[in-house]
């Protein structure tokens, strides 16, 4: 999910704490983007989502070559990938807060919570937890398969247990995000961790959507 760092010089502590301030502030800028978005293709089809969606990916895989060579270049492809998640988000989105904002406010709160407190645990914690990230990909890989099996197949409490499994994986991953931040050994990798970490704080969002939306 990001970028190797193994090869670069190492940086004071300073510099991992100026590390961790400019990932979260450009984490706070790409999910302003991303609401920018959100809004802007609030009646859009949802047709046009999976375009959008598309066209994130493009982004994120530019992200991740651009890291190096450009920071001005990074930060761009970083704003550029919020606002168009925000565009392919925006039919779902629209949709919950017309038919059910009180389950919007909730899960936006219940995710700030689950960030802080997971991302916390990550940042803080002394194992290494990078063994962990084949497991959870393949386990996100199974969740998907398994939303896939939904939709076709009727399963009591499907879309639940899907949301709660979901809300597992992106624990881990969100632990081990924030645990690159400490450990990174290079600073120009910042744009790269902040769109791991909005993946995740997305993510989390999304799942929590599907649960107070069934209320």
């Known amino acids: 999910m990001i970028a190797d760092t193994t090869a670069s010089p190492a940086i004071t502590r300073d510099e991992s704490r100026a590390l961790f301030a400019q990932t979260m502030g450009l984490v706070a800028i790409t999910t302003a983007f991303f609401a920018l978005g959100a809004y802007l293709g609030r009646d859009m089809a949802y047709q046009w989502g999976w375009l959008w969606f598309i066209a994130a990916l493009v982004c994120l895989v530019a992200l991740n070559g651009a890291v190096r060579r450009s920071e001005q270049l990074a930060i761009g492809l970083l704003l550029t990938f919020g ?77 639940l247990i899907y949301a709660v499994l979901g809300l597992i994986i992106f624990a881990g991953f969100t632990m081990i995000d924030f645990q690159r931040i400490r450990r990174s050994r290079d600073i120009r990798v910042a744009p790269m961790l902040a769109a791991a970490i909005f993946l995740d704080i997305l993510n989390v969002f999304l799942f929590f959507l599907r649960i107070f939306a069934r209320r």
Do not use: C, E, H, K
Request: glycine letters at 12%; charged letters at 10%.
């Open 83 to 159: 606002l168009v998640m925000g565009l392919a988000t925006a039919p779902t989105i629209a949709y919950y807060v017309s038919t059910n904002p009180q389950a919007v406010w909730q899960a936006g709160g219940a995710t700030a919570l689950f960030i802080a407190g997971f991302g916390a645990a990550g940042y803080a914690t002394r194992r290494d937890l990078s063994n962990l990230a084949r497991l959870l990909f393949v386990a996100l890989l199974g969740l998907i398969i398994f939303g896939i099996v939904t939709i076709f197949v009727r399963i009591p409490n499907g879309d």
